[in-house]
């Protein structure tokens, strides 16, 4: 009997010797998770639809005339719920990125990976998008077997042939849609409408990347998580032992037995050594069904703990829940928990982790809020035209000729008006700046004359003020070039 119980023992720690996606020869074990159904999936079919409704409709939504997100990255300009982004705003974006990781890290820290199995585009394409089809057309998990073990015949190449066709088709639309949140939906209508022989580039990097994305989802599927997703990683050092996770509950579980053997104990009068476990064992509520192994999309047992592979994507949950009701036992055995409120009954959210992350992220975002709030609605750029030197002009004057940038963030055309405050002198249009239309930028270019009292030296520091009516826009600085031997006091 002894024998038994090792056996079983060894059993249910074989999970740490290998991924349960790879098999005793090193090969690819493929997963065939059975459909979910429950509470959480429901819930989770709802967001998702809330999800891929706001990303198929996103590019198609503007706010004053500006898509809803905009990342061109090629054009160096960024449009986040309307508010565009230039390289000037460097700084802010940076800020906002910031803020955005540590909360990642805090969201991590308090709920675990939450967002993998609620909100990860990996999660929702592949679980309620591609999976879903492939339940359509091959069938539940035992159907999808009995397919790829059948010999090649006219049904297995239609369902193969179909799927295949399907999910390739799908991954060039999401392609494209991905592709209007870097050009915009104008100019990808426009590359859609032409012929062609005219983007021939740009049809053949879809194509390539239609087909990893295909790739992805037909094939790599849940080893995306496993091997590349940068966040399954560092899940390990974000977590502890009150991060809320997706838990089995072994105290209540354990001793796991299965219904059956239940049965011979209550009603053939067999021992407990009979059945392989030791005199004092006391049944838990874990009848051992496997039911959350089968429904699990990356093929791990949760009952050995909070494990790397685990999106959380709640399929166990639902699956445990459902076997609850049906042996007459309360729901929970599987639960949103953590590993002190299982093993002490202690759920403990606000740690000292916890509040330090909060106070960095409130100092981040408070940051970020002022300024994005003291962002100024223009920016100026006034540099003296380059490889030029000064010009000598009758009457003891000389004059230098600058380019000037301006840079609307509003949405609204600006008329500019440039004017020379520091010192005295005059400027001269060589087609300069008049008007800013709204999101965009003017350039022009101007000659500012100065008499030689007015020079401090070699170079002399020039102020200008930029004006809209009779607003004062923002102050803008510049040099002048003078002869080297003239200084005034």
């Known amino acids: 009997m002894a024998k ?17 996606t790879v098999n005793e020869e090193g090969k690819r074990n493929w997963i065939y998770p059975k459909k979910p159904s429950g ?5 989770r079919n709802i967001v998702a639809v809330l999800l891929l409704a706001f990303f198929f409709s996103g590019p198609f939504i503007t706010i004053n005339g500006n898509p809803l997100l905009l990342l061109n990255i090629l054009e160096r300009k960024f449009v986040i719920f309307g508010v565009t982004f230039w390289p000037q705003d460097l700084h802010l974006l940076l800020f906002g990125m910031l803020t955005f990781i540590l909360f990642i890290v805090l969201f991590t820290a308090v709920f675990g990976r939450l967002f993998c199995g609620w909100a990860c585009p990996q999660t929702i394409f592949m679980e309620m998008v591609f999976r879903r089809i492939e339940y359509w057309i091959e069938g539940d998990s035992v159907a999808q077997i009995r397919l790829n073990k059948q010999d090649w015949n006219f049904e297995k190449i239609r369902k ?3 799927k295949h066709a399907v999910f390739f088709g799908l991954a060039f639309l999401i392609s494209n849609m991905f592709l209007a949140y870097i050009i915009g939906k104008d100019q990808l209508f426009e590359i859609i409408t032409d ?3 005219e983007h021939a580039g740009g049809l053949a990097a879809m194509i390539i990347f239609s087909t990893v994305f295909y790739g992805v989802f037909a094939f790599m599927r849940e080893q995306v998580c496993h091997f590349v997703c940068p966040y399954g990683r560092m899940q390990s050092v974000m977590l502890d ?11 209540r579980g354990e001793e796991r037995a299965t219904v059956r053997d239940r049965y011979q104990l209550e009603n053939r009068k067999a021992t407990l050594e009979d059945l392989g476990f030791s005199a004092d064992s006391e049944f838990g509520d874990c009848i051992d069904c496997y039911q959350c192994v089968k429904v699990c999309p990356m093929g ?14 709640t399929a166990c949950i639902d699956a445990c829940d459902s076997v609850m009701d049906k042996i007459d036992k309360p729901r929970g055995l599987i639960r949103y928990s953590s590993e002190n409120a299982i093993r002490e009954g202690n759920q403990k959210v606000l740690t000292p982790r916890v509040a330090g992350y909060s106070g960095i992220l409130l100092v981040l975002l408070t940051t970020f809020i002022t300024l994005l709030t003291l962002r100024p609605d223009t920016e100026t750029t006034i540099l003296r035209e380059p490889g030029t030197l000064y010009q000598e002009l009758p009457g003891d ?16 055309d600006i008329p500019v008006d440039i004017r020379l405050v520091a010192p005295e002198g005059n400027i001269v249009s060589l087609g300069s700046v008049d008007m800013v239309e709204s999101q965009n930028s003017a350039e022009g270019r101007f000659m500012v004359q100065l008499s030689a009292e007015e020079l401090t030296g070699p170079q002399t520091e020039l102020t200008f003020e930029v004006y809209s009516g009779d607003e004062k826009l923002e102050t803008v600085t510049s040099g002048f070039l003078g002869p ?5 006091e």
């Open 195 to 197: 012929p062609p022989s």
């Open 241 to 251: 032992n009150n991060s809320i996770n997706v838990m089995y509950d072994y105290v």
């Open 397 to 412: 004057r000389y004059s230098n000729i600058y380019n000037v940038k301006v840079l609307n963030k509003t949405f609204e």
């Open 484 to 488: 080297a031997n003239i200084y005034n």
């Open 300 to 313: 791990i047992d949760i009952r050995n703990g909070t494990q790397l592979e685990c999106v959380h994507c």
């Open 39 to 43: 509470r959480f999936y429901t819930a």
């Open 4 to 20: 038994q119980q090792d056996e079983r023992r060894i059993d249910q720690q074989s999970f740490r010797d290998h991924l349960s």
């Open 160 to 162: 193969k042939v179909s």
